[in-house]
């Protein structure tokens, strides 16, 4: 059944690194909060982990006048729709849900982390114990029941939003259009657009871990739409030809075979 | 659970036996059997809404905590969508606001004691602790209450015992902090509106 | 607050100063960025640090720590040099016009009556001219050299724009901004505010910094018009309600003075505390004081109290003339092993109060402490702190479990003054009961004790009404509740005189508002401010929850009840002009139609100033009914002074010879150790809290997602500093002041910048205070074994927020 | 009104939705189908004359008094008379053990001895005119009731836009229905910030109700509100008041990110209704589909 392809707007403008929406993601899916050191910055646990699935980066920047300026980005997946990690997870893990967002069987997964290697935001993290991938699934449990995520519901000052695609895409410009400067829109410009899109105060390049022009990776793309498609049409013509085969000379008989032996002896 | 005729008609003259499902011959035994089953199962959870004030910080946020009505436990705290000033939204404490209740392992729930120059604490009853604190407070009242000052004026205090805090209790329980100590004589009172 | 949150989207300017709204009060957050969507308002943020709040505001300006009055005293001088204030406003609401008396005076720094040896003021000069009929002098054109306006500007003057950009730090031109921007608002139909918290507070110049904001707001007109006034962003729930209800050794429950020795009879002490104003124009609220004081007497006592016994006024303890008991003086008599006993009642001081080591110190010589509280903390657990042996510590200790706020009824106050009920959702785990209820039992089984065995002085023990639990034996909140609204003790008659009306009250009936208290025992009143929370019928107005809001300016006047009788912002009268016509119709608050004001409740029910026989003026609780430039009260000046912290950077004040404020007490333990401008310690350091955590830490240091966030004290350092003293980020350092050290993460930032103060490069670092040894184990200890115990002259709220340490590689 | 416009078959796969997460009731959402799909078509291609002037008294509003006490909602040359062929040739095919009453109101609102003014002047006490109309057209008051209730449903949804302009910013603190005085049927939680929406089965207007008082008899309940719900899915639950024992059921914490409709809701958490009359509880609306006679019942049970 075809859905409404669903949008998550982040608002980076309106947001004041409350955190709330860490704290609600990890109450919701039931995710440890576990020992942390304080590595120099408010930005706790330091990247993304199996047990944190959205994290707000923040990084400090001075502009041309040298006025300090303080970057806020509620860092998680991007759920693109030429997704990467859905192309190349082999055991079908990782898939696209009917609202366009990427959904994970975590029964599925066995951990062959191809996933980390072809996510352009390098998003999916690895478990050693459980031998698993996880990530944000928009908490596709909560969506199919009709409820916001978890880290929409939370949020405080209106910088997260969910709704249909090109309303959501709408209000990101109108949005940018208010603020001017060097606001922009970041995420329905690459992978066919994705299910998640920023208001950046700022260019992109001045948020970290953000890259300029994500892309499925050429490797990926190399073999999922050529190599792959020709190896199964050739495996596809070799198995079509023996089966001709079998129908014009009908089975291989005993001597048939003591036959070919000979004449291929010398 | 006999719902007589009579009973429906009296409904503000609404429902009579015209309108009820019955005529319609609508097979309704798999909707009943589904509902029995919730009953023997006691999946069906009674649940009870009462408002409440957040207890971090002093905009006085409204919330809405359900509670399980079986266990008496609480089961969800969320914004009040009706309050004026916080219109249903939390922030990050106040939503967690439910790790302070029974359900954070650290919460204090037996008396404890600690007996002079031992290392450990020890559990204890509360109406001992209750009367050990009221002998305790006497004599040291007692002992050092001040009558009248170096200037011989009467002054009738308690100099030997504090009372700190606090500012994170209701109202009513400020005031009768605030007139104990009063009555025993204390005057050095304070709390963390000074701190 | 004089206003509330709300309020906050009515504003055109909002100066956040002295606080971090963003990160510690989100939702008024929310109101300030709604004002700056509905009415374009500006968000300035004046901080020595760049901070989460900044990064939401229209322009952030750095400050040294502990330099706000010149900053403010800067703009005075502005506001005035450039005419930008509101003559009307000022002319008919403020003592502008008043003459100060000739033997007044202000020199280097000191005012007139200053004894050094006992660092106090006699404020016998302090004083303003009054006519023979004892009405003040004026001169409305406010050109006499000696009336406060010219006082005020010749004050000021001094607050040049170099000279306060050398000692703040600020530039020039970041000054001007900030001028130029908040004092547009002193036209009729702007508005201005000033949020404000820790920020200010935590300073030996606390309480001056606050005046010197409200001389600008009364410059400008801002104050008691909706979007302006002074507004607290406090930090604890009930904060409001407990200074309310005075858990403080200076007052007794709504704000009545505490009795002192010399004053041993009860008409001595009215005497002294209700003022008098032969100006007839002055509403001079607190006339009825000696109301107040006998209600709460009755309240007390109850039938015990009669006019014979001076309704038990010998039965309240006394406090020594000019002596003072705030928590410093209490551990620091704990220190010398005075204090035998103490109750820490929600409360973590060894990690809050200033000077910790002297604090742990001190408790190790009580003989028993009695705590009462939802989670542990490091006082209850001091005996097992680091670098103390158990063996060697005799105190006896009791840790009761309480009850958290969602686990009992009962009211709380937020800091906008609304009262707000709210209802016991569970049963608390386990034995824990709510402290209202330790508290009746503790003094129950007391007052059993003296009944059994009789004791010292006994009377006030015994005849304390102590009846406030319901059948079942539990605290029971409604019936003190109704104990501290107030009773009619007898049947009583109330005239009207003007609108000539009777209205009876029968004995046991609910005062309906503390116009009714009477001064001869008739009535009871357990906080003459709440009087009014309950209708005369019983109705308890702190449950309601109306949401009519005709005024559209968020007052809500039927959600909860707010003290004084329900006044949503103070001062309201001071929004319309003498005539009782708004300043501004598009934001009315107030307006006198036909014979009555119609708004929010307003400031007494007398006509607007203009009418010589009825009218009043606005500020009615002030003796002459107007806003005080000149201030006497306070104990340090009528005009705030910039003075240096008591640990600054500076060897003396650029501004005068007095190098810190002369009115403070100087505790002189040997822990109390002052390092002021000493190359050991060159860096300024303030404390703050994080949003992840809350105060002390007591509560959130135990939930496991937030100390995730935020796991282990850190001090922030700017990239200048650090490269200067080679610390690379997250690296371990040792922060150190003259009293003691932390170990902590080095957070090298681009959000703290050195300053430029009086040509010397100055830097500045700060740390949070929310954490302790006690959890998580092995974690950092309390930021507070570095701050010096000092306070505010007129508070004793301590000086967080300004000293000196050293940042060292481990 | 062949081509199949994309509401209807939105209108079937909420159904199929509604179906698949609660099977047990399949019987009784398929059974209502027809009606609500007619119902979609005829609301597809209706097209209502203006209502003429219309005499509202705001301060009369404020106080309580619904739009429909204040004047007719409903023009003299609505097409009702089509609007009943059409919802009689779907309700033979939902309903076929009633086929001789749908002949009998088909029959009568052709020659036109039926008039449906006094009805729609009776809601939302329109029980009473039921029973005369069903003597009158020798046809059960179930199946009148159908007809007259889907009727004025089809009319006052078509034109609640105009008319719900008239109210338009004005507080309505009452817990029936600002248009037509009706009782909800379902009330919907929103999910980020909580509010709580009453749904009108009338006239589907949905209307913001504080969460803490009784929208039937309007106790103040912030010391404790009782509800219920189904273990581990607390999204579909149901208030009840002990004051005046009526039951609201609530879809709690729901955004509408997927489409659905409130009428389906409603119908599909029947055995919600079912539970609470057992409990003795009666819902502050009644509908078609939500009334099970005691004696009935038991013998079905």
Redesign the interface.
Known sequence: ?K??E?VKLIDTT?C?????C???C??WNEL???????????Q??PDLQWNTWTLIRFN???DKDNR???L?RKDGCMHCTDAACVKVCPSGALYHTE?GTVGIHHERCIGCKECMAACPFEIPKYDRDTDKVYKCDLCYSR?K????PAC???C??GALS??AKDAMIKKAYDRVKKLGGDANVYGDQFVDGTHVIYVLQEKPEMYDHLPKHPRVPFSVVAWKDFLKPISLLAAGGVLAGSFLHYIIHGPKTPDDIQENKTQGGE | MEITRRGFLSLSGVIGSGLVLSPLGIDLKPMMAYAEELNKMNRIKAAKQSTTVCSYCSVGCGLICSVDKLTGKIINMEGDPDHPINEG????KG??LFDTTEANKHRLKKVLYRAPMSDKWEEKEMDWALKRIARLVKDTRDKGFVTKNAKGELVNRCENIGHLGSSNVDNEECWLMSVKARALGLIYIDHQARV | MTNHYIDLKNSDCILIMGSNA??HH??A??WI?RAKEQNGATLIHVDPR?T?????CDF?VPLRSGTDIAFLGGMINYIIANNKWFKDYVLNYTNASFIVGQDYFFKDGLFSGYDAKTRKYDKATWVLEKEGNGIPKRDMSLQNPRCVFQMLKEHYSRYTLEKVSSITGVSKEDLVKVYAAYSATGVPDKAGTECYALGWTHHTTGSQIIRTMSIIQLLLGNMGIAGGGVNALRGEPNVQGSTDHAILYNILPGYLKMPTGSLDTLEKYLHKCTPESKDPQSANYYQNYPKFFVSFLMSMFHDKATKENEFGYSWLPKMDDGAAYSLMHLFDKMYEGKIKGLFAVGTDPAVSSPNAGKVRKALEKLDWMVGENIFNNETYAFWKGPGVDPQKVKTEVFLLPASASMEKEGSQSNSGRWVQWKYKAAEAPGDAIPVGELTIKIMAEIKALYAKEGGVCPEPILNLKWDYTDYKGRFDSLKVAKQINGYFLEDTVIEDKDKKTKTEFKKGQLVPTFGNLQLDGSTSSGNWVMAGSFTAEGENKMAKRGKEDSTGLGLYPNWSYAWPVNRRIIYNRASCDVNGNPYNPKRKLLAWVGDKWVGDVPDGPWPPQANKEKGKYPFIMKQDGLGALFGPGMVEGPFPEHYEPLEGPLAQNPMSSQRINPAIKIFNSELDKVANADEKFPYVCTTYS???HWCSGAYTRWQ???????????VEIGEVLAKERGIK???KVKVSSVRGEVE????????F?PFTVEGKTVHQVGLPFNYGWLF?EGGSDSTNLLTPTVGDANTFCPEYKAFMVNVSKL | MKKKSDNISSMQ?IM??AIEKNPHNSNVIKAFSPIFIVRNQLMENLRLKKMDSFCFDEVKFRQGVPLIKQGSLFQKDDPWKDIVVELVKSAKGAFPNLRKDWECIESAAVNGNISIDDYLRAVPETEGVVNDWAAKVQASPAAVNIVLRQLARIILEARLKDIAKVIQGIDWQKGYCPICGTHPVIAQIQ??IGHRYLYCPQCSYKWHFSRVICPYCEHHGQQGMDFFFIEDNE?ESVFACDHCKRYLIT?N????????NLDVSAISLIHLDFIMQEKGFLPMAVCEWNIFQGNEVERQG
């Open positions: 059944m859905k409404m669903l309106r004041t690194a409350c955190r709330g860490q704290v609600a990890k109450q440890p909060g576990l020992k942390t050191k304080n590595w120099g910055s408010y706790n646990p400090e920047v001075a300090v300026k303080w806020f609202y969506i029941d009709d409820q916001q929409v519901k939370s405080p000052t969910i709704g | 939204s939390l922030c990050a939503a967690g | 963003a990160e989100p939702i957050f929310k960025l760049y989460r709040t900044s990064a939401r952030h994080c949003t992840e496991m997602w937030l100390l995730e966030m935020q796991p282990e004290l850190y980020n997250a690296e902590c993460v080095a957070m090298v930032t681009k959000r910048r998580p | 796969i199929e939705r999910e980020k999204r879809l914490q729901a955004t509408n990110l997927n489409d659905y």
